[in-house]
């Protein structure tokens, strides 16, 4: 149980493009989403947290404009990737968790590894 | 601040043997909760084992088990029987009671040998 579906695992595209990508929790309700970045050889650090049926809260120094998160239903959150750069290259994680107690695990998707030529 | 430091960067056991990840956090709160995830090459992420810091004993699961060490702010994670597919990259973390946040430690990469 408590599968997260991350999609695309990859994306290759031009500088510009503004790229979209879900995460969906398949066999549960994530009542909160998580989104990180993951650079090379180094550990995952938290964009954003979105609840359910209101508005992300990112953290210091990730822009809001530049990363869009929608959290529109239970089983569904998505970030875009706006105006895509070269510096936005990057893993980006989900991870999903049922409740609202912070003891409760995240469960993480297997990722995006998102490339901007 | 709340930090997690993981000062083994890379390690290397052979297979069967037992091997030691050691973890250190720092925070002036007293509610928070302990995790140990892996990350294989495959990237996902996975929960191996955690700890509520209010329990005094140590959470084991299976061959994994840790040493829990509140004053010390210590969080050691002890794999046995190590088996190949234990490679992977083991990342430390903790969260705030009530708080959605994680810290998450740099990473120890386990190399498991034949």
């Known amino acids: 149980g408590a599968v997260v579906s991350q999609h695309p695992s990859r994306v290759i595209c031009k500088s510009g493009t503004s790229v979209k990508i879900e995460c969906r929790s398949l066999?549960?309700?994530?009542?909160?989403m998580f989104w990180y970045r993951q650079f090379p050889k180094k550990s995952l650090m938290l964009m954003a947290t979105?609840?359910?049926?209101?508005?992300?809260?990112?953290e210091q120094g990730v822009e809001k404009d530049k990363f869009l998160i929608n959290h529109a239903s239970l089983t569904l959150s998505t970030l875009t990737v706006t105006s895509a750069h070269p510096e936005d290259s990057s893993f980006y994680i989900c991870?999903?968790?049922?409740?609202?107690?912070?003891?409760?695990?995240?469960?993480f998707g297997d990722g995006t590894r998102l490339s901007i030529l | 601040a709340q930090t997690v430091t993981q000062s083994q960067p890379e390690m290397s056991v052979q297979e069967a043997e037992t091997v030691t990840l050691s973890c250190t956090y720092d925070?002036?709160?007293?509610?928070?909760?302990l995790f140990w995830y892996k990350q294989p090459p495959s990237r996902q992420m996975i929960l191996v084992i955690r700890?509520?810091?209010?329990?005094?004993q140590n959470a084991t699961e299976n061959r994994f088990s840790v040493n829990f060490q509140k004053a010390a702010k210590s969080f050691s994670l002890k794999i046995s029987d190590s088996q190949l597919g234990d490679t992977a990259m083991y990342f430390c973390?903790?969260?705030?009671?009530?708080?959605?946040?994680?810290?998450f430690g740099s990473g120890t990469k386990l190399n498991v040998k034949p």
């Open positions: 991870s999903a968790r049922g409740g609202t107690l912070s003891n409760q695990p995240q469960h």
């Open positions: 925070t002036s709160e007293n509610n928070y909760y």
């Open positions: 066999d549960f309700q994530a009542t909160t």
């Open positions: 979105s609840n359910e049926g209101s508005k992300a809260t990112y």
């Open positions: 700890q509520e810091a209010y329990k005094q």
């Open positions: 973390a903790f969260i705030l009671y009530n708080f959605n946040k994680f810290y």
